[in-house]
């Protein structure tokens, strides 16, 4: 089956560190990546839908300065949280899809944490 | 606007029961995908099922099966003699073809004890 791989999966850094994520699809082209973002025990919530090589379109309320998303390659997309705080500790979770109306598949995730 | 209700938070079986997960959607579009995915204690979330508006044939694989019924809205899901691994949160997705966007339900977080 389809693989995306997520890197890393756990981040523990201090106030005030950007932080990259990496989302690679291994052996198909995603054309759409997504970037979601989950509380503990809550449900999925989408920050941003990426295109490759095009701007990311960000979910209302999500500050696009704050979470930057490059989609530079059909098989990887990247989110970089910049100057993190405390408040911005989660579960970060990318998905790539081929198609619309195709599953998605999901990376393992990234758990930060920001002391 | 795209909707979807999972309305049972948690749910707590024992080992060998049937227990079935409700999802109940909403849509105005007349060609759409609804999905299950599985996210265990480790975090990942495993993908399910896929079934298309214009398939309401019931699946089934292996201890799994999905209910599709377009006239209630509704696509639940059945777990038959539960297992201790079958434990996790499930969600219900909502994605309509014309677009690349999928809608999660809140997730039901299914205990099976032993």
């Known amino acids: 089956g389809a693989v995306v791989s997520q890197h890393p999966s756990r981040v523990i850094c201090k106030s005030g560190t950007s932080v990259k994520i990496e989302c690679r699809s291994l052996?198909?082209?995603?054309?759409?990546m997504f970037w979601y973002r989950q509380f503990p025990k809550k449900s999925l919530m989408l920050m941003a839908t990426s295109n490759e090589g095009s701007k990311a379109t960000y979910e209302q309320g999500v500050e696009k300065d704050k979470f930057l998303i490059n989609h530079a390659s059909l098989t990887l997309s990247t989110l970089t949280v910049t100057s993190a705080h405390p408040e911005d500790s989660s579960f970060y979770i990318c998905?790539?899809?081929?198609?619309?109306?195709?599953?998605?598949?999901f990376g393992d995730g990234t758990r930060l944490s920001i002391l | 606007a795209q909707k979807v209700t999972q309305a049972q938070t948690e749910i707590s079986v024992v080992e060998k029961e049937d227990v079935t997960l409700d999802c109940v959607y909403e849509?105005?579009?007349?060609?759409?995908?609804l999905f299950w995915y599985k996210q265990p204690p480790s975090g990942e979330l495993v993908f399910l099922i896929r079934?298309?508006?214009?398939?309401?044939q019931n699946e089934i694989s292996g201890r799994y099966s999905w209910n599709f019924q377009k006239s209630t809205s509704s696509f639940n899901f059945t777990i038959t003699a539960s297992q201790v691994v079958d434990s996790a949160v499930y969600f219900c997705a909502l994605s309509n073809t014309g677009g690349f966007k999928t809608i999660f339900g809140a997730g039901t977080r299914l205990f099976v004890k032993a």
């Open positions: 079934r298309n508006s214009f398939d309401e």
């Open positions: 998905s790539a899809t081929s198609a619309g109306g195709q599953p998605q598949h």
């Open positions: 849509t105005r579009d007349t060609t759409y995908y």
């Open positions: 052996d198909f082209q995603a054309t759409t």
